[in-house]
Nanobody, 128 residues
């Protein structure tokens, strides 16, 4: 059974940093592309970033490019999202998702949500 547990959310100042992690179990993590997405009441679900199974192929939404960095530790079955230069508009519930193939493409889990498995999310709130 796929389990994804997001950790690391919380309160951050504008311009500050947070590091999210996603602990994965119940599947072959090193063979699965992974994604981060976020949800706000006003904008709905937004794709943030995707990384393929070995970390060689990475995509970012333009809104986070240059500020967020996705990485993975296949030995520990953990996905990370380092968020720097945080803005109020980064406030959201952040989800990690398992994709159905080793390769990835931008916004796969939003375009084909049934092909992905989702965690429960972790709240990030950015305040000035």
């Amino acid at each position: 059974q796929v389990q994804l547990v997001e950790l690391g959310g919380g309160l951050a100042q504008v311009g500050g940093s947070l590091r999210l992690s996603c602990a994965a179990s119940g599947f072959a993590f090193s063979s699965s592309a992974m994604s981060w997405a976020r949800q706000t009441p006003g904008k709905g679900l937004e794709w943030v970033t995707s990384i393929d199974s070995d970390g060689s192929e990475i995509y970012y939404d333009d809104s986070v490019k240059g500020r967020f960095t996705v990485s993975r530790d296949n030995a520990r079955n953990v996905l990370y999202l380092q968020m720097n230069s945080l803005k109020p508009e980064d406030t959201a519930l952040y989800y990690c998702a398992k994709e159905s193939t080793p390769s990835t493409a931008p916004a796969t889990c939003l375009l084909r949500p049934d092909s992905c498995s989702w965690g429960q999310g972790t709240q990030v709130t950015v305040v000035s």
